[in-house]
């Protein structure tokens, strides 16, 4: 049928013709398969027109953020979620993270982020568990409890002010907190405010 585009039915006695483009994909070495004697050669050939190497994710870093922020726009709207974007320590922790599930696992990964999320930013603990361990993501904790604590609050305040565009005000009420005491978490942290406004 590939090879001559007709066909007939089982118990039939006419022939049918047909005009299709078949596309065909699979994560396995089919030119070792046809010399081991698991694949057929003659189909090998069939389908070995034009030839697409997808490399895998972990091999394409340059493309996980841009995938990424993909699906979180296609899940956030989809569950009428306010999620506008990702974190700075969640895009280390997807980049340096191995995806042995390719696409999809990352896609499923940022599905379940959206859903868990509550504002309008994605945070290290919205995702999964593989990607949080230290030996799954290649991020090994350093530090002591008051610096690790202090960064983390610097990131979070990092991000509400990306979120605010720089507006301090605007950035405590979303962090729950005072301007007053927002300014001088500021000053503690050395963050410049300024660079976030558009």
Not at 3 to 28: D, H, M, P
Not at 118 to 137: F, K, M, N, R
Request: proline fraction near 4%.
């Amino acid at each position: 049928m590939l090879q001559e585009r007709e066909f007939e039915r089982v118990g039939g006695v006419s022939t049918i013709k047909v005009n299709v483009r078949l596309s065909a994909a699979t994560n396995r070495d089919l030119p070792a398969l046809v010399q081991q004697g698991k694949f057929r050669e003659d189909l090998f050939y069939r389908l070995h027109v034009f030839p697409i190497y997808v490399p895998a994710l972990r091999k394409r870093k340059a493309d996980i953020v841009l995938l990424a922020d993909v699906f979180l726009e296609k899940y956030a709207k989809q569950n009428h979620k306010k999620v506008r974007r990702l974190s700075s320590a969640v895009i280390d922790m997807l980049m340096s993270y191995h995806w042995p599930g390719n696409v999809r696992e990352l896609e499923n990964c940022i599905e379940r982020a959206v859903l868990v999320a509550e504002g309008d930013v994605i945070h290290p603990y919205h995702l999964p568990p593989t990607l949080q361990t230290a030996e799954a993501s290649g991020t090994r904790t350093q530090g002591d409890l008051k610096s690790l604590v202090g960064a983390y609050e610097r990131d979070l305040i990092c991000d509400a002010l990306k979120s605010s565009r720089g507006n301090i005000a605007h950035a405590a009420r979303a962090l729950g907190s005072t301007q007053r005491i927002l300014g001088y978490k500021i000053n503690q942290h050395q963050i410049t405010a300024k660079k976030y406004k558009a």
